[in-house]
């Protein structure tokens, strides 16, 4: 656990969206940003209803014409890059909720201005990437703040922390990116929700695809971060191209933020395998992908990275990622054939300056469906909101497609895109580095709800 004071995690000063561009957060991710939005009063702000028991937060925390929100990601470590997109994201959305912003109202048709007439002012802290820290960030969140949610991860070992603190303190969490089967799987809470692709739904999109493309005589060698992320993915991923005829003949296991992955990359090149996959996400992909090519795999061996990083393509450059094969949350040539889509890229790129990745697309969804389901609950009261995310009846129309919440799991039902890298040649702009090969169907993919043994707990 860090021995770092709270206050150099947490920041509740004004930033510039120029602050907040790419190349500042890429050159410059371990600095802590952040926003506090300034509070103001809402002419039409909803008086805190009192129609229910105290459960959570509820009704201390939404008295005012405020609602709190706590966003703890990543700002420094091995995902720092895509938890300062998340930020980028989480503000997107909290700012055209706050204007009521008729871009938003197509995924939350309900929302007027702010949620349920209550402006959402929040803060941001660094969870460095340690379940602790983002615990104790999220937890002085709840009882200072009166926090009516919390949000933010990038590693599922975060994610799983911070929805049992959700449960004990009934207070809604929102995982942003979790690829971990077991985040609505066995550590699956009643008050926990996850929007994007994990490991199954994304094995399971990608087989077929990849057997297709790559053929099905393949062997197979995995790099695999050791946690619960690496262990999921690679379990899913052996399973759905085994069934396809792909043998797996290695496994290297490598730490959390390992910076020299020489002795697992010797390995592989000794495998006989025509095929690398690599597990490993955030920084650990990109300097492990950079070390593969130095070591000459990726010239004899097919590149396949199954949960592809945002930002892997920026950082290891169109010559390396060609003709690599992965699945996405989103990627932004999706705009082409998605209004929403089509709304939420032009809107980032107006704050922004820049093309959204799919850190910010994850974030920005969690929070548009988020305010969707408080509206059509109609109150703030903890287990009303979650009932109304387990209305399967609902479906929205999202940057992904159409998409439902399961009931059974808290799994955002929806489109899974698979990408290849294209050509350098190939690429209309610097940021066109992927095109969209597949688009699974949502319900196709998806486990039966009792195959990872999730069983949600109580509503208060």
């Not at 912003?101 to 929040?122: A, E, F, W, Y």
């Not at 996850?194 to 739904?201: E, K, M």
């Not at 010797?266 to 996400?281: E, P, R």
């Not at 955030?282 to 593969?292: F, H, I, L, P």
Request: contains cysteine; aromatic residues 10%; hydrophobic residues 40%.
């Amino acid at each position: 656990m860090s021995n770092k004071n709270d206050d150099s995690r947490m920041s509740s000063g004004h930033e510039t969206d120029a602050a907040l561009s790419r190349r500042s957060f890429m050159k410059s991710s371990a600095g802590v940003v952040g926003g506090l939005m300034v509070p103001s009063i809402f002419s039409l702000a909803y008086a805190a209803d009192g129609d229910h028991p105290a459960v959570g937060n509820y009704p201390a925390g939404v008295q005012g014409d405020t609602v709190f929100v706590g966003i703890s990601v990543p700002l420094t470590g091995p995902y720092s890059t895509e938890g300062a997109d998340e930020q980028r994201g989480y503000e997107l959305a909290i700012a055209q909720l706050n204007a009521g912003d008729s871009r938003i109202k197509k995924i939350s048709p309900n929302t007027k201005q702010g949620v349920l007439g209550k402006k959402v002012v929040h803060e941001v802290a660094d969870n460095e990437t340690d379940p602790n820290t983002a615990v104790q960030a999220n937890t002085r969140w709840i009882r200072d703040k009166k926090a009516m949610m919390i949000t933010g991860s990038v590693s599922s070992a975060v994610a799983i922390a911070c929805e049992k603190l959700a449960q004990r303190e009934k207070t809604p969490y929102l995982a942003c990116i979790s690829g971990s089967n077991d985040t609505t799987g066995k550590d699956c809470q009643r008050y926990g929700f996850r929007s994007c692709p994990f490991a199954y739904n994304s094995a399971k999109a990608q087989a077929p695809i990849l057997a297709d493309a790559l053929g099905k005589d393949r062997k197979a060698v995995y790099l695999v971060p050791d946690y619960t992320y690496g262990h999921t993915v690679y379990d899913s991923m052996t399973e759905f191209t085994e069934a396809l005829g792909w043998k797996t003949v290695g496994k290297q296991l490598a730490p959390l933020g390992t910076s020299d992955f020489s002795s697992y990359l010797l390995n592989i090149a000794n495998s006989d395998a025509d095929v690398m996959v690599n597990i490993a996400f955030g920084a650990d992909a990109a300097n492990s992908t950079k070390q593969a090519k130095q070591f000459g795999i990726l010239d004899k061996m097919a590149y396949v990275v199954p949960y592809m990083s945002p930002f892997l393509a920026d950082e290891v450059g169109a010559d390396i990622m060609q003709d690599v094969y992965g699945v996405q949350d989103f990627w932004w040539t999706m705009a082409d054939d998605n209004q929403i889509a089509k709304d939420f890229v032009d809107a980032f790129e107006e704050k922004y300056g820049d093309k959204p990745r799919w850190s910010a697309a994850a974030a920005y969804m969690q929070t548009a469906l988020w305010a969707d389901a408080v509206e059509r609950a109609g109150t703030w009261y903890p287990p009303a909101v979650v009932k109304a995310y387990e209305d399967e009846s609902v479906t929205r129309d999202t940057i992904y497609g159409e998409a439902h919440w399961r009931a059974c799991d808290h799994q955002l039902v929806r489109p899974i895109p698979v990408v290849k890298g294209k050509k350098p040649a190939d690429m209309r702009n610097k940021d066109d580095f992927f095109e969209v090969v597949g688009m699974s169907g949502a319900e196709e993919v998806m486990p039966a709800c009792d195959h990872f043994g999730c069983e949600l707990g109580p509503y208060t």
